[in-house]
């Protein structure tokens, strides 16, 4: 199970982004990846392997966290990255998902 | 670049089987490194993982606990696409779905694989309603 917090993060452009996902048990960084969806799209990859910015990805984003805590920076925040991020978790014959931060402009 | 398009119909009746089709372009269903996916995402329930395909000299899936006894995913390798099927559904199956890719990767140092959906469909909305 992923846990994201906050539920809804409020911000304005410039600011600084602090996105956690805290998972029920220990899983191997390799297997954790950020997923960012706008209204009416399909999710889309930003991080994968806990650290790795995807092809494309600014290097605003990016990726921390080991064992059960994973945490998404977003710096300098652009009008364009309001949107809602899920974690996401590859296991033994499953995919899990965290229920998602909503990224709202403040 | 790989694409996945996706069809299928938009309504389906309560009882009766929801079908989907995730068409491959710039990729082959039978990639050693790949593995076909379905996903959807509601209000209620959020993204859920459905199941995947994959081959790997030969072809196997997994589906999730919740699917199993309802769930088909199945490569058509002379069409380059692969299906959902999921069976007997209800309104609580009204969700939109999703296909993917999730990549699997060695990690450049150890002996550990990536693993990621790198690519997603559009997205299809099913309603389930008679």
């Known amino acids: 199970v992923l846990t994201q917090s906050p539920g809804t993060l409020s911000l304005s452009p410039g600011e600084t982004a602090t996105l956690s996902c805290r998972a029920s048990?220990?899983?191997?960084?390799?297997?954790l990846a950020w997923y960012q969806q706008k209204p009416g799209q399909a999710p889309r990859l930003l991080i994968y392997?806990?650290?790795t910015r995807a092809t494309g990805i600014p290097d605003r984003f990016s990726g921390s966290g080991s064992g059960t805590d994973f945490t998404l920076t977003i710096n300098r925040l652009e009008p364009e990255d309001f949107a809602v991020y899920y974690c996401?978790?590859?296991?033994?014959?499953?995919?899990?998902f965290g229920g998602g931060t909503r990224l709202e402009i403040k | 670049q790989l694409q996945l398009q996706q069809s299928g119909p938009g309504l389906v009746k309560p009882s009766q089987t929801l079908s989907l089709t995730c068409v491959i372009s710039?990729?082959?269903?039978?990639?050693?490194?790949?593995?076909w996916t379905w996903i959807r995402q509601s209000p209620s329930r959020g993204l859920e993982w459905l199941g995947w395909?994959?081959?790997?000299?030969?072809?196997?899936?997994d589906y999730a606990v919740s699917m199993k006894s309802r769930i088909t995913i199945t490569p058509d390798t002379s069409k380059n696409q692969f299906s959902l099927h999921l069976t007997s559904v209800t309104p609580e199956d009204t969700a939109v779905y999703y296909c993917g890719r999730l990549m699997s990767e060695p990690v450049p140092w150890g002996s550990n694989y990536y693993h990621y959906i790198d690519v997603w469909g559009s997205g299809t909305t099913v309603t389930v309603s008679s």
């Open positions: 710039g990729g082959r269903v039978s990639s050693n490194s790949a593995t």
């Open positions: 392997g806990a650290s």
């Open positions: 048990q220990t899983l191997s960084s390799s297997y």
């Open positions: 996401g978790q590859y296991g033994s014959s499953l995919l899990a």
């Open positions: 395909a994959y081959y790997r000299s030969r072809w196997d899936t």
